[in-house]
């Protein structure tokens, strides 16, 4: 439960080992580059354009890998992502790095082809338009543009509206009623025109165009020599064609899905090169030598220096930092702490002065978590989970592994509640006994069943809350100790615990008290005046105290009064513990909801079936809304109940330069 | 005997009242958490953990809801003989999570549906952004605690 102390070193070196320096230290992975101000004709590099070159390259991969995804799906499992990257040897990744050009190469190629592929797809949706457009003038069998023979003329078109044979007979008629030769035809009606034919003798022509374009005949847009038959077969030859060529292209596609690795191990080593040159580029130089500083973990400092000045003709300088400086981060804990730091966090690292509190999270939360859900055979399904995805997986990534450990733990303390409480399913073992084999066997709970007895689990709640904020309590007291803050430490800590104890000792043989919880407590006089004495003498320190930067004594008095007020605050923090009580019978009470809806079909086979059914959806249901409810209930009690009574946060997290890859991991051995 | 007539009111609305609000909350969530995932279909797990936080009070009014039908019988079939006194006791004793756990569910959801917001622009603080729907069910928290408290305290 600590905080990594933090060193500063500073390297100086040649410009000829420069990247291999980098290159060091981007393997070692655990300096932060942080470059103070300098001077002295010292200058900086510009970088920017040979970064964007590898960080381009990255893309291009990177888009690469995302068109083989579409096309040559790689198999994954539902857990991959638990499985962690995969770990590629330095000769390995050395012989990808030589062949980067042709890889590149190839990764343009399903780039380009991915391209021509929307180019063919686009083809395709012009020729369906095309056909669409002809689909109307199919039952035509001359060509689209025949425009009649030496004595006829042939009028195609379209006219507006809905018609009929008759209708636009009569409609030609009443426009032109000296014509009399002509043979109309309707092709098709489609939902806003019909398509017509008109043949007449060439003499009327003129007089037949007129009166067509009185109901507004159009011709058509396009018209091509052939007849809508022909044209349509030679628009579906086109189609097929271009389909063949897609499916040329994805075939292709598929047979690059073998480089997929060499893409991942390439993009990666672009990745690095780029991290590497945005480092390069903060870096003060001169014409021969250069300059890197930044944080180290002080128990890696000697290991690094050491290292570097063996392979290199470099000047490694290690100092302490100065006591203003707000170093990065690093939580370093045992196995115990290390569970919790993701939960630590997710609310804020420690600032610079502040402990960690990792290890007393981890406590609490694998406590509060089993109370919570507090049902056994949900324990055992969460432990029996988590223990099987962290043995099957051994390499998955730190966070997910940490966090995986701590539900374990959670999932073992829901046991033991469960066990404690006697919820297994809720109350499955009663309801199969009673429903199925006629006589019912209940599972005894070792200590007690809260569903009887709410106010008791009540009482016990608020008791472990108090002991989860006297913690905290605790804990400021302990860094106002270590800041050598002694009054802070009276006046801030030791006066709250005592006016705290003194009243709940004052409290306990209360009616009241009694009244809520039935448990008696007959105090010794001694004790009762004590508790009084206790109670005063920290009231008096926390009123008169607690303000005490202020010279002006009414201020002080009022804000000593006001954080006197805080009490309340005390109050409903104890309260708030009371969720314990309510998630611990939200979980049973709905697992005998379900086992009471699967035991209404009765025994025998059929009942049996419908039990097993019901069981198994509403319990898989209430196992993953209660697991919710006690995760971010438990995060809650820690966030705001427990770190609010010592805890800020605000810290920056130490982020050293090393090789941030996507997808593969490489070993090295320094 | 009419004692058990009032009983089921109040259990119903315990169970109608915070179910409605659970129904509301969850729906204002989920139309936020929609609205994400259409951007960014990664952040689904993160947006489904908020949207799911105000359906809590529709189960805490089931589970005053399941302990009163327990006290009153009507789950063994046997129906117990109450007295209109006891039946208006036990509809009291459904009010408060009926009340708080439709306001609160409903509230929740809208704090829900902001937080839902902070995820879609820093996913990081995550954490941060499911402790601020936790604060609005701590008061339901509170009128369930109540509610149990006094209908397994009412003797029949």
New interface residues.
């Given amino acids: 439960m600590a905080v990594c102390k933090m060193q500063r070193m500073n390297i100086f070196g040649l410009q000829e080992d420069r990247k291999a320096i980098l290159e060091r230290l981007q393997a070692w992975g655990v300096l932060e580059v942080n470059i103070p101000e300098t001077g002295d004709g010292l200058a900086t590099m510009d970088t920017t354009s040979s970064r964007q070159r590898y960080e381009r390259r990255a893309q291009t991969l990177q888009q690469a890998l995302e068109v083989l995804d579409r096309y040559a799906p790689e198999h994954k499992s539902l857990f991959a992502t638990l499985a962690g990257k995969d770990q590629i040897g330095k000769d390995d990744y050395t012989e990808v790095c030589t062949r980067r050009h042709e890889i590149v190469a190839a990764a343009q190629q399903v780039l380009n082809r991915e391209k021509e592929i929307g180019e063919h797809k686009a083809a395709i949706s012009r020729l369906e338009n095309q056909l669409e457009g002809l689909e109307p003038w199919m039952s035509l069998d001359v060509p689209m543009n025949f425009r009649g023979t030496a004595s006829t003329s042939l009028f195609l078109g379209t006219i507006p509206g809905s018609w009929t044979q008759e209708t636009l007979m009569e409609a030609i008629g009443a426009a032109t009623p000296e014509l009399t030769a002509q043979d109309v035809t309707i092709l098709s009606i489609g939902r806003d025109y019909a398509y017509i034919a008109v043949l007449c003798l060439r003499d009327d022509a003129a007089k037949l165009e007129e009166a067509l374009r009185s109901i507004g005949f159009a011709r058509p847009s396009q018209l091509s020599d052939k007849t809508p038959a022909d044209a349509q077969a030679d628009l579906l030859a086109q189609r097929a064609g271009e389909e063949q060529k897609i499916a040329d292209l994805e075939a292709a596609l598929r047979e690059q899905g073998g480089s997929r690795r060499d893409f991942q191990v390439l993009s990666d080593y672009f990745r690095i090169r780029a991290d590497k040159y945005e480092v390069l580029g903060q870096l003060p130089q001169s014409s021969r030598t250069f300059l890197v500083s930044g944080y180290v973990p002080a128990d890696q400092t000697k290991k690094l220096a050491g290292d570097l000045t063996d392979h290199y003709r470099a000047a490694v300088e290690i100092e302490e930092l100065p006591e203003d400086e707000e170093a990065p981060v690093l939580l370093q804990n045992n196995h115990v702490g290390k569970m919790s730091e993701g939960?630590v966090k997710?609310?804020a690292l420690p600032h610079s002065g502040e402990i960690d509190p990792s290890f007393f999270t981890t406590i609490f939360y694998i406590f509060f978590f089993g109370l919570m859900l507090s049902d056994a055979a949900y324990g055992a399904i969460i432990s029996i989970a988590c223990a099987f995805a962290l043995l099957k997986f051994p390499r998955m990534g730190q966070n997910m592994k940490h966090s995986l450990q701590l539900f374990f733990w959670c999932g073992l303390s829901t046991v033991f509640w469960g066990v404690m409480f006697g919820g297994f399913f809720g109350d499955a073992v009663n309801v199969v006994s009673r429903t199925f084999f006629g006589h019912e066997i209940t599972l005894k709970p070792v200590w007690f069943a809260p569903?009887e007895d709410?106010?008791k689990m009540?009482v016990y709640s608020m008791l472990f809350g108090m002991i989860h904020l006297y913690t905290g309590l605790l804990l400021k007291g302990y860094m106002c100790l270590r800041r050598k803050d002694f009054v802070g430490f009276i006046f801030d800590v030791v006066c709250w615990l005592l006016m705290l104890t003194g009243l709940i000792l004052m409290l306990l043989p209360t009616e009241i008290f009694y009244g809520i919880s039935q448990m008696r407590f007959n105090f010794s006089p001694a004790l009762v005046q004590a508790s009084k004495i206790m109670a005063i003498v920290g009231a008096a320190g926390i009123l008169l105290m607690s303000a005490r930067d202020k010279k002006n004594p009414l201020l002080r008095l009022a804000l000593g009064a006001y954080d006197l007020y805080n009490i309340t605050g005390w109050l409903s923090d104890a309260?708030?513990y009371?969720?314990l009580?309510?998630l611990g019978?939200?979980t049973g009470?709905?697992a005998?909801?379900f086992n009471?809806m699967g035991s209404m079909f009765g025994g025998g086979v059929l009942g049996a079936i419908l039990f097993t059914v019901v069981f198994v959806v509403g319990h898989v249901l209430n196992l993953a809304?209660n697991l919710?409810?006690a995760y971010?209930?438990t995060?809650?009690l820690q966030?705001?109940e427990f770190y609010g009574k010592f805890y800020e946060g605000g810290g920056r997290e130490f982020q050293p330069f090393h090789q941030q890859t996507n997808y593969v991991e490489i070993k090295e051995e320094i | 005997m009419s004692g058990i007539v009032y009983a089921l009111i109040g259990i119903a609305l315990a169970v109608t009242l915070a179910g409605c609000g659970s129904a509301i909350g969850v729906k204002i969530a989920g139309e936020a958490a929609a609205g994400v995932v259409s951007v960014d279909p990664s952040k689904f797990s993160k947006v489904l953990?908020l949207q799911?936080?105000p359906?809590?009070q529709g189960?805490?009014g089931?589970?005053v809801g399941?302990?009163a039908l327990g006290k009153i019988g009507l789950?063994s079939g046997g129906g117990v003989d109450i007295s209109v006194a006891n039946g208006l006791l036990i509809l009291a004793a459904c009010l408060p999570i009926a009340v708080v756990g439709l306001v609160s569910a409903i509230n929740q959801g809208k704090t829900a549906a902001a937080s839902i917001g902070i995820v879609a622009k820093k996913p990081e603080q995550?954490?941060?952004s499911?402790?601020f729907p936790?604060?609005v069910?701590?008061y339901a928290?509170?009128a369930?605690?109540v509610s149990?408290?006094a209908v397994?305290g009412i003797q029949l």
Wanted: hydrophobic share 65%; net charge positive.
């Fill in positions: 939960i997710t609310f569903l709410p106010t009540l309260l708030s009371s969720r009580l309510a019978l939200a009470v709905i005998q909801v009471q809304i919710l409810g971010v209930h995060c809650r966030y705001v | 953990v799911l936080l359906g809590t189960i805490y089931l589970l399941f302990i789950l995550f954490g941060k499911m402790l936790a604060m069910e701590t928290i509170l369930l605690l149990i408290l397994s």
